[in-house]
């Protein structure tokens, strides 16, 4: 039987780690996502989870890093695929608005809470969300289709993400699914006036050609 390369094993278990870290942090929450409930939900000796995370500390910035990943790699697979227009516009803004339910936001929101009381822990998120909201942003913008130089579309843009936002949160609770799909209904008629008036003036404008 062919062994498992070193490197690959090694690859494998740090893996296992980083997806173990987030369903704990989804289910369990903060406090309760220690080093050794991570290595025991991931059939890893605490040994080797800290020779991958020396620290706790360690392995959630890690497992924060493996998030921004995850989360951009399904924005980046769910671009809806249909022709431009309004029909376009409001998929785009239910999938933005569905990336922030599930496993990975509810992570996601535990370590912003815990961040907010721990200056060391906020030091550490704070770049990562920054590069976040950077390449969501621009995520955004070519599934839209949209010209972001214009400065409204930019803010309307930036808006749909923070709304997005705001729902996830007010889903962690209560299923809010019925009336989450009525505000992305009237918010992407909205942003598709916006969108369309952009395209509008930049028709109109032969420098912008």
């Not at 997005?164 to 962690?172: E, F, K, M, T, W």
Request: net charge negative; glycine share 4%; with cysteine.
């Amino acid at each position: 039987m062919t062994r498992e390369p070193k490197q690959d094993r090694s690859r494998a278990t740090r893996l296992r780690l980083l997806e173990s870290t987030i369903d704990c942090l989804a289910e369990l929450g903060w406090a309760a996502t220690t080093v050794g409930v991570v290595a025991e939900r991931a059939g890893v000796s605490r040994g080797a989870t800290q020779h991958h995370f020396p620290t706790r500390e360690d392995l959630i910035t890690a497992a924060l890093d493996f998030m921004f990943d995850s989360r951009m790699e399904r924005a980046r697979k769910e671009t809806p695929d249909v022709p431009p227009g309004s029909a376009r516009t409001e998929a785009v803004v239910s999938r933005l608005v569905e990336q922030y339910t599930g496993n990975l936001f509810n992570a996601a929101l535990q370590v912003w809470t815990a961040a907010a009381a721990d200056p060391a822990l906020r030091e550490r998120l704070l770049p990562l969300e920054e590069r976040f909201g950077r390449v969501a942003h621009k995520e955004a913008v070519e599934q839209l289709g949209a010209d972001d130089s214009d400065p409204v579309v930019h803010r309307m843009v930036q808006a749909t993400l923070d709304l997005a936002r705001g729902l996830g949160l007010a889903d962690v609770l209560t299923d809010d699914s019925a009336r989450r799909r009525e505000i992305v209904r009237h918010w992407a008629a909205q942003l598709d006036t916006v969108l369309e008036d952009a395209r509008s003036r930049r028709a109109a404008d032969p420098l912008a050609r």
